[in-house]
T-cell receptor
Framework: GENVEQHPSTLSVQEGDSAVIKCTYSDSASNYFPWYKQELGKRPQLIIDIRSNVGEKKDQRIAVTLNKTAKHFSLHITETQPEDSAVYFCAASQGGGGNKLTFGTGTQLKVEL | GAVVSQHPSWVICKSGTSVKIECRSLDFQATTMFWYRQFPKQSLMLMATSNEGSKATYEQGVEKDKFLINHASLTLSTLTVTSAHPEDSSFYIC?????????????FGNGTRLTVT
């Protein structure tokens, strides 16, 4: 089955700096890669996703890049703000409505003032 | 956007009792729902895939007789933790895709914090 690795496990940045979280996946058949943000005790919220036919996607301060050959994808947050502090999870799936998502281990991001 | 409602949001039960958790898709139909479990400071681990009108598919290591899943309609899936024990204490989250058949965002319920005493 799919295996998703995520690094780093914790990340501390100063407000205004950029944050980068990296993930690798094992199954070359995976073609959908979402990123979720989870605040303490709350549900994961989708913040951005990318499909395998695209190499990069951007939404305001958030961007995701995908390297299919290397089987890795990254989340980039620019101009970080305190409210960006949360746990971020990457995930991968093979597509299809019934296909499951495999999650990475999570990154605790702390944005310091 | 798509909304997944989960109930209850928290429950405390005694060891040996059973607990039922409901997951509803409020504004869309879901032939498939997914049940995840999350221990503190850990990732979301898929427990099972709930299929409307048929048996659930369980992940390796998840006891199907302990975690009973029923998906009787296109908008409701239930997870029953039977004979709960303290080690079953966890955050249980259901999820569903609004659009079936190809990659679309997975929407999560609010989760259920289960504490077994």
């Amino acid at each position: 089955g799919e295996n998703v690795e995520q690094h780093p496990s914790t990340l501390s940045v100063q407000e205004g700096d950029s944050a980068v979280i990296k993930c690798t996946y094992s199954d070359s058949a995976s073609n959908y890669f979402p990123w979720y943000k989870q605040e303490l005790g709350k549900r994961p919220q989708l913040i951005i996703d990318i499909r395998s036919n695209v190499g990069e996607k951007k939404d305001q301060r958030i961007a995701v890049t995908l390297n299919k050959t290397a089987k890795h994808f990254s989340l980039h947050i620019t101009e970080t703000q305190p409210e960006d502090s949360a746990v971020y999870f990457c995930a991968a799936s093979q597509g299809g409505g019934g296909n499951k998502l495999t999650f990475g281990t999570g990154t605790q991001l702390k944005v310091e003032l | 956007g798509a909304v997944v409602s989960q109930h209850p949001s928290w429950v405390i039960c005694k060891s040996g009792t059973s607990v039922k958790i409901e997951c509803r898709s409020l504004d869309f139909q879901a032939t498939t729902m997914f049940w995840y479990r999350q221990f503190p400071k850990q990732s979301l681990m898929l427990m099972a895939t709930s299929n409307e009108g048929s048996k659930a598919t369980y992940e390796q290591g998840v006891e199907k007789d302990k975690f009973l899943i029923n998906h009787a309609s296109l908008t409701l899936s239930t997870l029953t933790v039977t004979s709960a024990h303290p080690e079953d204490s966890s955050f249980y989250i259901c999820s569903a895709r609004e659009l079936q058949g190809y990659n679309s965002p997975l929407h999560f319920g609010n989760g259920t914090r289960l504490t077994v005493t």
